[in-house]
């Protein structure tokens, strides 16, 4: 029965951050009742201890020789995600303080039945530590290196990679036939405003905004209008052109160089590529200092669904 029940290491951190969360709204309910009972009491409050009272040791629960303290609580609250840590600080320090509680409480009786020498129990602590000294070591070997110095410098180096680019403002007028749009193309030469006369003619919905389609670039549009606009400079107009909607007539207002994305949108992803590549470069480094070998043949890849191995094991 106890085999049926395995969970693997997804599973509790799921049930963790579950009963976390259930944890956190149990104690927003107990704040509303108390708040609805206590809505007549006096406005003054006794004076409560101040933050000066207290430091990162203070324990807050002891379970047989574990204590849960301040620092204990502060750590806890950095590894909230978003939803829980929207909640009132009250809220969150009474249903992260019952969580870590029954935590500890489970897992000193664990401790006392002795579920810490069962041997799939054993393999995911052992699991869990590697992955622990295996981040903490790469965060020391990295991060000290992902400076926002080295950041922006990999970001202009980026830039200046990048393939200069164009985009052009333009307007157009939309109409069904290469009659209409002749007629249209002698009316703007003629002297007519091209803005007003798309508001009148055009059958596209940017008529209108006069025809006003803003900046894009080449390939943003369909071909056969994407090529007709880039081939005119500002105030040029085309000829009539015909696309699968229609017939436009094309008035291209601005053309200027498209901007980079900027450091600030960028940074993020930018580190994260770094960092890839510093781990991959630290492995390299590594492997001769702590000894790697691999046999000459492996298992077939369909060798990870073989579960039943497990139980030989």
């Known amino acids: 029965m106890l085999h049926a029940f395995n969970l693997d290491q997804g599973a509790s951190r799921r049930i963790a951050s579950a009963l976390a969360l259930v944890a956190v709204l149990s104690a927003a309910d107990r704040a509303m009742a108390q708040d609805t009972t206590n809505q007549e009491a006096p406005a003054e409050e006794a004076a409560g201890p101040t933050l000066e009272t207290y430091d990162a040791a203070t324990p807050l629960a002891t379970i047989g020789d574990t204590a849960i303290t301040l620092g204990d609580m502060i750590r806890a609250r950095q590894s909230l995600n978003p939803q829980l840590q929207s909640f009132p600080d009250a809220v969150i320090f009474t249903g992260m303080l019952e969580e870590m509680v029954r935590r500890e409480v489970f897992a000193a009786a664990a401790e006392l039945d002795g579920v810490a020498d069962d041997p799939e129990v054993a393999l995911e602590l ?35 990679e990048l393939p200069q680019e164009e985009e052009v403002r333009a307007r157009h007028i939309l109409v069904e036939t290469e009659e209409a749009a002749k007629e249209v193309k002698a009316s703007v030469d003629g002297g007519a405003d091209f803005a007003e006369l798309a508001k009148e003619k055009s059958t596209g919905p940017s008529g209108p905004s006069g025809g006003d389609l803003g900046f894009f670039r080449q390939g943003q549009m369909v071909p056969e209008f994407s090529d007709a606009a880039y081939a005119l400079q500002p105030g040029e107009v085309s000829e009539p052109v015909k696309t699968s909607f229609g017939w436009h007539v094309i008035k291209v207002e601005e053309r200027r160089a498209v901007a980079p994305p900027p450091f600030e949108e960028m940074a993020q992803q930018i580190t994260r590529e770094m960092a890839q590549e510093l781990a991959a470069a630290e492995v390299e480094t590594l492997t001769d200092k702590v000894g790697l070998t691999r046999p000459e043949m492996l298992p077939p890849a369909a060798a990870i669904r073989e579960e039943q191995l497990l139980s030989a094991q």
């Open 126 to 160: 052992q699991t869990a530590r590697r992955q622990i000294l295996a981040n903490a070591y790469l965060a020391r070997a990295i991060e000290p290196k992902l400076t926002e110095d080295a950041v922006r410098a990999q970001y202009d180096e980026m830039v200046a």
